[in-house]
């Protein structure tokens, strides 16, 4: 088992490209977010354990993966923008620290929302009839879902990219992130266009959610180490751009995944190594925002 | 009526006053020019029209209606646009795409991009570059065209010749005042004298966060004191 074997490595990095399509799922919110209010929701990570605790509640009580993929984001978009009614809209205006331990209380909140609805052991999710089984690439076996997780993060990359710079709609998030009182000030109304952005970015953790349960197994705190791993990528990526946060994903995902398989004991330092490494050469992230110095 | 009415503006940064009480008019049509020492108070007041500044106390009126307290999305939606002194470009837009977001789907009548890129050729042969990439004079042509675009009654500009080149200063001049003849209201910002004079029929003079002088252009030399207490000629 070593970097040798073209089968092994290979399949390390599709188990990297399926870490990197949860991430790029999870972070690519709260980077366009951060991009357009300078707002951190540190309960962004709780968000996806909610898509995957209601796709778990819906694929028991339907027997349907399929209405579950569906109905979990909108679930969490739905709640996303709940929360932005009661208290992000408040924290905008509010300093810094304020939105961080509002949204740190908020992942508490979470933890016991699930523990009480759900309790504390893990569940599992069954991965739908036809991404069951497995397939052979260069003679290992590999999980078809894991390809399955690789394609929507694929698919959702693409459909935004498509958004974001073909549509005016896209240009108008774009020209928020590039300089917010310039957009306000053609008539751009920035309040809604955050509350669209950030409802979306809400559901697309929903969704990493609920397509990450059938690999992970749901349970209270399955956020968490999920949040870190986010928080880093939209960090090293550059906060408020889609290919920063595609790019973060992927090189978090290998170091990661790649760390984990040589020296497991290394890899979360790895990480922090990795991170430390691309601020020291580039400062705003590897796609830093063009509109600010 | 006036189409701009400003009474009794304040605004502040923290606890320092910046501007003081000002009041003035832009009437329809023609070109207004504010114009005094650095730090006057004539960015903030721009800015406090807009509702850019946090603290802010006073009316402002565009043809009647008052815009003080709205948002400043709200603001440009009435009829504003501000082409501010960083000019505002959106470098990870092209050129067409920061011309794009200003539209807002007018009728017929009105701003197109036709137009804007028939009054400045060369953001037409600019138009898939991107806008971090332009020179100052491309920048302050892009920003006047998409302030243009939102078909806006008040076009305000602040300082549109800092840091230009002379040939493209007589080329935004001319543009101005090709708009002027149009039929296009202005509020012109300067530190450029002549360049103002040129354009305005009125002028309005700051120092220190006040108003102190309003009139005809033609009768701001009459005035020696104003021209050389409040704007060091
Ligand atoms: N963002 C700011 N924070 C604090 N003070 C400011 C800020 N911007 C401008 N000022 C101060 O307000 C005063 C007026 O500035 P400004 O409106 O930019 O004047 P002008 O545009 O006439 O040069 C100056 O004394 C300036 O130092
Ligand atoms: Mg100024």
Known sequence: ?293 | MSLLAVEGLNAWYDRSHVVQGVSFAVPEGGVTALLGRNGAGKTTTLKAIMGLVRRRSGSVRLAGQPVDGLPTHAVARAGVAYVPETRGVFPSLTVRENLAVAMRGAGAEGWTLERVYGLFPRLAERSESGGGTLSGGEQQMLVIARALLTNARLLILDEPTEGLAPTVIREIGACLATLKTEGLSTLLVEQNFAFATALADRVVVMGKGRVRWEGETERLSDDPAVMHGWLGL
């Open chain 1, 1 to 293: 088992m070593a970097l040798t074997d073209p089968a092994f490595v290979a399949i390390q990095v599709l188990n990297a490209f399926q870490l990197a399509s949860l991430l790029f799922l999870l972070s690519v919110g709260l980077s366009v977010v951060f991009g357009l209010m300078n707002f951190i929701n540190l309960a962004h990570g709780t968000l996806y354990m909610v898509g995957a605790y209601v796709g778990y509640a819906v694929a028991q009580a339907s027997g349907s993966f399929w209405l579950a993929l569906v109905l979990a984001p909108v679930a969490v978009a739905l709640l996303g923008a709940i929360l932005h009614w009661l208290l992000l809209a408040r924290l905008q205006a509010a300093n810094p620290m304020k939105q961080v331990l509002a949204t740190f209380g908020l992942i508490f909140m979470g933890l016991d929302a699930v523990r009480w609805v759900w309790g504390s052991q893990s569940h599992g999710l069954e991965a739908p009839a036809g991404l069951d089984g497995s397939v052979t690439l260069l003679g290992q076996t590999y999980p078809v879902y894991r390809l399955f997780v690789i394609a929507v993060g694929a698919a959702v990359a693409v459909g935004l990219y498509l958004v974001l710079e073909r549509t005016r709609l896209g240009a108008r998030v774009r020209a928020g992130v590039d300089d917010r009182d310039m957009a306000a000030a053609l008539g751009i109304d920035i309040g809604r266009l955050f509350f669209g952005v950030f409802c979306l970015g809400c559901g697309l953790a929903g969704l990493a959610g609920v397509v990450a349960a059938p690999v992970l197994s749901v349970y209270p705190g399955m956020n968490m180490s999920v949040l870190v791993l986010a928080l880093i990528v939209v960090v090293v990526g550059g906060p408020g751009s889609l290919s920063g946060a595609v790019i973060g994903s992927l090189l978090i995902a290998l170091v990661q995944t790649f760390g984990q398989v040589f020296a497991p004991a290394l890899a979360s330092v790895a990480i922090y190594a990795a991170m430390a490494i691309v601020l020291l050469v580039r400062p705003g992230g590897l796609i830093p925002l063009k509109g600010r110095s």
